[in-house]
Structures are given as structure tokens and as C-alpha cells.
């Protein structure tokens, strides 16, 4: 099982990195599926909106929700978030060289989101690399069962895992 998993200081500071490794291997002609992250500021003020765009060609997909002003509570569109993986599922079916999940999160740690899709990856001994916050880390060990790889939050190093763990053509 190859599965990595990064968590980077800042507030999206994991969504650039994933989206600067992501782009430097699909240059490289590397099959790459799953999905990066893009935080939009919005001309009001509050949290960002976020989007995913699906790899390797989208389309880019809205998992924020618009709550109001003086909301507290979670911000993610489940619906929405839904959607993007069954487009990640479709993409994978077509074959991988990698799985890049821009966050394993809450949806995820309760069960659901990209869980399935990753197991799947896994199964098929496609490397997975997902970005992960503080929040979920036990949830996300447990499901990885402790085979789990942290990796800096260095596009080097990322790059050099996937290098290692990746089987692809294009390192032949």
C-alpha cells in the first residue's frame, strides 16, 4: 500500500503545493487523477469560496456553500463534493498513475467524500497522496492502518515520493 499524506503550516498553503506537484508531474507525462483545491477571495468579507478541479481536465467544481454572514457552521457542500468524486471515479476508471486528493477530511474521516476512491486506489496499487489538516489526522491513520507516510511540506520531497512509489511509463 502507498499512500503519503502532507499537511502545510498555512491556511492553503497545502492546496498550492498540491497543485504545483500535481502540475509539474501531469507536465511530465504523468497520468494524474483526483483533485486540487482553488480558494477564491470573496469581495465581502469571510472565508474564501472552494472549488475543486477534478484532474486531469476538470471541470472545477464549487464544494463551499454560502452561509450567511454570521455562520458558524461547516461551509462544505457534500453534494457538491459528491460530484467531484464521482467525476474522480470515471477519470480513475481510465487509468492512473497516481491519486491526488487535495484533503482528507471530515466527510471523509465519517466515511464518506473520497474514502472509497482511495481504497480502490490502493487496491490497484496506484500511489495516493492526499493533503490533511490537524483536525482529522487519527481518523485518517486509522483508515490507513498505520502504512501511512508523512511527507514535509516540500514539493521536492512530495515529488520524490511519487517518483519512488510511482510505477508510470512515463519514468521509463
Excluded at 502532507?6 to 500535481?22: H, K, W, Y
Excluded at 476538470?58 to 453534494?79: F, N, V
Excluded at 497516481?98 to 486506489?121: C, M, P, Q, S, T
Amino acid at each position: 500500500m502507498k499512500i503519503a499524506y502532507t499537511m502545510a503550516p498555512g491556511r492553503g498553503d497545502t492546496d498550492l503545493l498540491l497543485s504545483r506537484v500535481t502540475q509539474r508531474i501531469t507536465e511530465m507525462g504523468w497520468r494524474v487523477c483526483g483533485t486540487v483545491q482553488i480558494n477564491s477571495e470573496r469581495e465581502t468579507d469571510g472565508p474564501c469560496d472552494m472549488d475543486v478541479k477534478v484532474l486531469p481536465d476538470g471541470p472545477i467544481i464549487r464544494i463551499s456553500q454560502t452561509l450567511g454572514e454570521h455562520s458558524r457552521g461547516c461551509r462544505l457542500d457534500t453534494s457538491a463534493l459528491e460530484d467531484a468524486v464521482g467525476h474522480v471515479t470515471q477519470e480513475i476508471s481510465k487509468g492512473a498513475d497516481v491519486l491526488v486528493i487535495n484533503k482528507f477530511g471530515k466527510h471523509e474521516a465519517e466515511g464518506h467524500g473520497f474514502r472509497d476512491v482511495i481504497a480502490d486506489a490502493l487496491v490497484n496499487n496506484i500511489p495516493v497522496l492526499v493533503g490533511l489538516n490537524q483536525l482529522n489526522l487519527d481518523a485518517f491513520k486509522a483508515f490507513a492502518g498505520g502504512l501511512e507516510v508523512v511527507l514535509n511540506p516540500e514539493e521536492n520531497e512530495l515529488f520524490e515520493w511519487l517518483e519512488d512509489n510511482c510505477s508510470c511509463s512515463a519514468l521509463v
